[in-house]
Each structure stands twice: as structure tokens, then as C-alpha cells.
T-cell receptor, first 113, second 113 residues
Framework: DGGITQSPKYLFRKEGQNVTLSCEQN?????MYWYRQDPGQGLRLIYY???????QKGDIAEGYSVSREKKESFPLTVTSAQKNPTAFYLC????????????FGPGTRLTVT | QKEVEQDPGPLSVPEGAIVSLNCTYS??????FMWYRQYSRKGPELLMY????GNKEDGRFTAQVDKSSKYISLFIRDSQPSDSATYLC?????????????FGKGTKLSVIP
């Protein structure tokens, strides 16, 4: 079965701690994305990567970091610098040369207290 | 003016009704359009995508794009309780490096048995 996996489904952390969210895809897609979803806010792009070892900031990158060492994997680290990290985080992937439909993982709900 | 406007609802309809979900946009550069369905606490699921004006049908779902009016719609015929979800429109610009989608905030739909 081709798809995107995110782990864990729920994550709890204390304020001041960094935390890394996992995203793996076996769709052979070049492009991968991280979004944050808050109630009433819609999806906001954090980072995206078009190819291995390259990534770009999205609209709300402050307080986040990513790496893309393998085509299949695009982990997101939520750092202690992120002022309001509690949210639902979604990973997605797409072809790089079209079609551009993005396919999403099941999401990780992060709660920081 | 936001790039993509979508009525958040909630929209409540009886089972069997025809549902119309809509988005308007301001950026005339948008060339491809998608609809996603998102169940509570799950990742968005791609329902339909289209690159041209006009109608595209898939089972009970019809996507309609009117580029001259900058207006897109999703129609659901014979709506079922299982259609109860939040529906997100998304759109993007074709071309090299055009990976980013702009999302509406979503319309929450409830289909009452």
C-alpha cells in the first residue's frame, strides 16, 4: 500500500523541549510539505522540500526546522522557540513535475503544556 | 482581501439532499483546483482535481470551475451521513517550481439521517 505515515498520532511535551515529528512516504514523490492546522485558521505551510538535501521556508517557519536526507523522509522539529506549538501537524507529498496534487498523512496532534 | 475565501459553515442538510460547496479566489494566476475531504482528527483526503474550466464528475461528486468569475464549486448528489466532514478547496499555479497550494479554511458539512 502506497501512502504517507506520520508518527506518533498524539504527542505531549513540556514547554521548553524540542520535539521531532516523523513523516515517511513510499509514493516515490520528490516534493514533501509540512502544514500546521489550527481551528478556524485553515492549513498553513511551514516548510517544503522539492528534492533531497534542499528545503524552503513556508509562511510560518519561525520556531521550526526540517531536514531532507532521504527521499522518503521529511522530519519536522518543533523547537522551544515556537511560541504556540500546540496544533495539528500534517505532512504531505506530491510529484515534482506534475500533476501537483498533494497527498496527506494522518497527522500528528502535538500538545505542549 | 484573502486569496481564497470559503464559507466556514456549518452547513447542515438532510440525507439525500444535493450539497453545494463554494470557494472564491482573487489570484487570476491559479490554474489548477482541488477539493479535499477531512474527517475530524484525520488528514485531508483528495476528492477531485481539475485543471480547466467547466465540470468534472466522479460518482456523486461534481467539481465546477468558472475562471472568469474566479469561483469554484463542489456538488454532492444524494448526500449520505458518511459525507459529514470538513471540505477544503485548494488551488495552485502551474509552472516550474509551482508546488505550493493555497487552501480555503474549509466548510464543515453535516448530513442528517
Amino acid at each position: 500500500d502506497g501512502g504517507i505515515t506520520q508518527s506518533p498520532k498524539y504527542l505531549f511535551r513540556k514547554e521548553g523541549q524540542n520535539v521531532t515529528l516523523s513523516c515517511e512516504q513510499n509514493l516515490n514523490h520528490d516534493a514533501m510539505y509540512w502544514y500546521r492546522q489550527d481551528p478556524g485558521q485553515g492549513l498553513r505551510l511551514i516548510y517544503y522540500s522539492q528534492i533531497v538535501n534542499d528545503f524552503q521556508k513556508g509562511d510560518i517557519a519561525e520556531g521550526y526546522s526540517v531536514s531532507r536526507e532521504k527521499k522518503e523522509s521529511f522530519p519536522l522539529t518543533v523547537t522551544s522557540a515556537q511560541k504556540n506549538p500546540t496544533a495539528f501537524y500534517l505532512c504531505a507529498s506530491s510529484e515534482s513535475s506534475g500533476p501537483y496534487e498533494q497527498y496527506f498523512g494522518p497527522g500528528t496532534r502535538l500538545t505542549v503544556t | 482581501q484573502k486569496e481564497v475565501e470559503q464559507d466556514p459553515g456549518p452547513l447542515s442538510v438532510p440525507e439525500g439532499a444535493i450539497v453545494s460547496l463554494n470557494c472564491t479566489y482573487s489570484n487570476s494566476a491559479f490554474q489548477y483546483f482541488m477539493w479535499y475531504r477531512q474527517y475530524s482528527r484525520k488528514g485531508p483526503e483528495l476528492l477531485m482535481y481539475t485543471y480547466s474550466s467547466g465540470n468534472k464528475e466522479d460518482g456523486r461528486f461534481t467539481a465546477q470551475v468558472d475562471k472568469s468569475s474566479k469561483y469554484i464549486s463542489l456538488f454532492i448528489r444524494d448526500s449520505q451521513p458518511s459525507d459529514s466532514a470538513t471540505y477544503l478547496c485548494a488551488m495552485g499555479v502551474l509552472g516550474a517550481g509551482s508546488y505550493q497550494l493555497t487552501f480555503g479554511k474549509g466548510t464543515k458539512l453535516s448530513v442528517i439521517p
